[in-house]
């Protein structure tokens, strides 16, 4: 019977390539199809240097800006009626709270 500590593991290198596609095994376009695809959106097909020429005919979108500003009782928070009714509300909310603390004692629903 052989001694399983004088077997020695080996180990072979596997390399796997995948398969080029289509369009890595073709690099060069197709300028028919090309065209017939942009023709088919509406749409044009230039050579690299004439690249100019067409970003003149790409229509520009109407961008619109949007602002959206917070006004009212708490807008400012520099104002000196908005400090005051923060502390107004801030009165209100402590007083509310605390009365309904003393009642709930009073009551004995902790």
Do not use: C
């Not at 052989?2 to 073709?26: C, G, H, I, Y």
């Not at 961008?63 to 009165?91: A, C, P």
């Not at 909310?93 to 902790?110: D, H, M, N, P, Q």
């Amino acid at each position: 019977m052989k001694d399983v500590a004088e077997d020695r593991l080996k180990s072979v290198p596997v390399w796997v390539a995948a398969a080029p596609t289509v369009e890595q095994r073709n690099t060069d376009p197709d300028r028919q199809m090309v065209a017939d695809v942009a023709k088919a959106g509406g749409g044009a097909m230039v050579d690299g240097p004439y690249a100019a020429a067409l970003a003149r005919v790409i229509p520009q979108p109407d961008l619109q800006e949007v602002r959206y500003e917070q006004l009212g009782l708490f807008g400012d928070r520099n104002n000196y009626y908005t400090k005051l009714s923060h502390w107004i509300f801030m009165g209100i909310f402590a007083t509310l709270i605390s009365a309904e603390w003393i009642l709930r004692k009073v009551a004995g629903l902790v």
